[in-house]
């Protein structure tokens, strides 16, 4: 299946406004893919699908997930929105046909980061994140996470301000998304 097929299939099942918001993650994923290099194709591709199961009520993805032994996490069993990343990186290969693991991993993980996400799931992490259709960053706020050098520091950047949000709402960072701060800020890379 190729990117337009597919774009095809998210518009037909998303509201027009979850559309909206998946193909700005596109456009600044193809932007990052391009600038570090990796496969543009498949970074379109995860960043189109990223949300396709966010129609889905918390109850019935965490269903779904025990359903098919994917692993939750804590945070996510707690609020199980989380977890239409999980249940959209399962239904990647049965829609498209394409077994990729990097483009599983990177919808897998677009919500709370991990360091297995790899490079692609840092560009779909941090376009999720940033993208232009988001109101609580402005076009500063943009620029200064997509002016660092590496995918590592914009994801160190996002993980920063999220840490910043959550002690804002008392509310504990999730376990993986330290893991993953922690992971990068002792040198880790990841996986391209």
């Not at 591709?45 to 996490?73: T, W």
């Not at 677009?110 to 996400?117: C, F, N, Q, W």
């Not at 200064?144 to 920063?160: N, T």
Request: proline share 3%.
């Amino acid at each position: 299946m190729d990117y337009t097929t597919l774009e095809k299939i998210v518009r037909d099942h998303e509201k027009p406004s979850r559309f909206e918001h998946s193909l700005g993650v596109v456009e600044v994923s193809e932007v990052l893919a391009r600038r570090f290099r990796l496969n543009v194709e498949l970074a379109r591709m995860a960043a189109i699908f990223h949300d396709f199961n966010r129609y889905m009520d918390g109850q019935s993805l965490l269903s779904f997930c025990l359903d098919h032994k994917i692993p939750v996490e804590e945070e996510e069993k707690a609020a199980p929105m989380l977890l239409h990343g999980a249940v959209a990186a399962w239904y990647f290969p049965v829609v498209t046909g394409i077994k990729d693991e990097r483009v599983v991993r990177a919808i897998r993980h677009h919500t709370l980061a991990s360091p297995e996400m790899g490079a692609l799931g840092a560009v779909i992490y941090v376009a999720d994140y940033s993208e232009k259709g988001r109101r609580h960053l402005d076009d500063n706020d943009r620029l200064a996470i997509w002016g660092h050098g590496s995918l590592e520091e914009m994801v160190l950047d996002v993980i920063a301000r999220e840490e910043a949000y959550s002690a804002a709402v008392d509310r504990p960072l999730a376990a993986v998304t330290v893991r993953c701060r922690d992971f990068l800020k002792e040198g880790g890379r990841l996986a391209r």
